[in-house]
Structures are given as structure tokens and as C-alpha cells.
């Protein structure tokens, strides 16, 4: 929720508001407390206040320096196909930055999956997005997690990954698991999706045996971001 900019007193104002400190200074107190109470919450309850509380409580968890911005989440987001018949699993919500351009891509919020190991930040999701599956948990067990979707979930296959992982601030071998366990669940025509902060170099996906088909900077993110295009290597 961004902040009202300041701007230059109005006299009368001043004046009017003098006066009520002169005439109902216990009023005026409590009414001066009770808006620094709102402010406060206003600004607690904010997605950019959450993502900074989860990523000082949980800096490995979080990794990103800052919160993608709706331009790279935009950006992902059109490299996904929304009229295709399958699953879009999305690692690592955060506060919904990618959720959200998803969904205005056009993708039905019944087929979209989104996993996110933080319990604060799963609850913002539910809330924020009541018709979208969220699940609580580590990526690395994403199979065992989609295996609790309902059946019309489950029998469809997963042709998008659209992650926001940390991935280069993952120790191993968790970031190993990780990225057998996404590479198990992509469908063969299925592509997966990772942004991250470091320019050059493969991407880690390639690790688990996906091929990098494209990608592309993202020059207006803060910091400048890249986005890999990967998917299963074509068989010999």
C-alpha cells in the first residue's frame, strides 16, 4: 500500500488542528494514536513488508535481494501458454507477484499450482488468491506435493515450472533434490521457467538433465534478472 508523499501544511489546517489540541487534548491524542495505529498496520500487512520480514527470518529461504517486479513477473508469465491442457506449477510464490501475472495472462486459476515452503507466506497467498491451489512445502518434495491434488489435478500433466527459487543460495544437496524433483514432474513437452540475478553461466536446472532452449535479460528488474527457458533434452 504506498504512502501519501507529503506535501506542504495547509495554514488553516494548522490552525484548525491547534485548536483542537487547545480545546480536546485527550481527543486529540487518541485520534493522532489511532491513525499512527493504522499507518502501522497498513504498512505491516503490505506484500513488500511480508516478503522483508520472511526474507530477514528466513535469508536462505528467501534469497532475493529484493521482490521480482511485476515487469520480469510479466514477462515469465508470457512465456507460458495459457490455452495449453496441463498443470502450471509455480515454485515459490512469495507474495504473489508472479501469481498474480499468471493469472492476467489468462491462466484458469484451476490449473494453477503454486508451492511455497513459508507459512506466513502460504497464508498470504491463500487469502490473496482463494481459487488457486496453494501448497505448503519444499520444492524438493514437489512429487509427493502434487501427488495430494485432487484427481482431476493429478491426471493432468505438468507442462509448465515457473520458478522463483533462489537456486544459487540453496546449499547442496538440497538444491540437488530439488531440481531432480522438478526435472521428474515436467512433462516431455513441458518447459520450465527460472529467473535469476546472475547473468551469465548454464542455468542449475542442467543438472538434472533439462536443456536450455532460450533466454533473455530482464534489464528493468532490480536487480537486472535473466530468464531460462529449459526442458527435457530430446532423446537420442
Partial sequence: MPLPRSRVPDPLEMLALARALAEHPVT??????????????????????????????????VGAICASSPHLAARMAALVDPASDGLVVELGGGTGVITAALLARGVPPQRLVVVEQSARLTAHLRQRFAAVQVLQGDAADLPQLLARLD???????????????????????????????????????????????????????????????RRERVLANLPPARVDVLGPAPRA
Avoid: K, M, N
Wanted: glycine residues 8%.
Fill in 28 to 61: 486529540a491524542v487518541r485520534a493522532a494514536r489511532a491513525g499512527v495505529v493504522r499507518l502501522r498496520r497498513a504498512v505491516t500487512r503490505s506484500p513488500r513488508s511480508l516478503f522483508l520480514r520472511e526474507l530477514v527470518s528466513q535469508p536462505l529461504a
Fill in 151 to 213: 484427481d482431476e489435478r493429478r491426471r493432468l500433466p505438468v507442462l509448465h515450472i515457473v520458478s522463483g527459487l533462489p537456486l544459487l543460495s540453496i546449499p547442496q544437496p538440497c538444491r540437488g533434490r530439488i531440481l531432480h524433483a522438478g526435472a521428474a514432474v515436467l512433462a516431455p513437452q513441458g518447459r520450465l521457467l527460472q529467473f535469476t540475478y546472475a547473468l551469465r553461466g548454464p542455468s542449475p536446472w542442467q543438472q538434472a538433465g533439462l536443456a536450455c532452449l
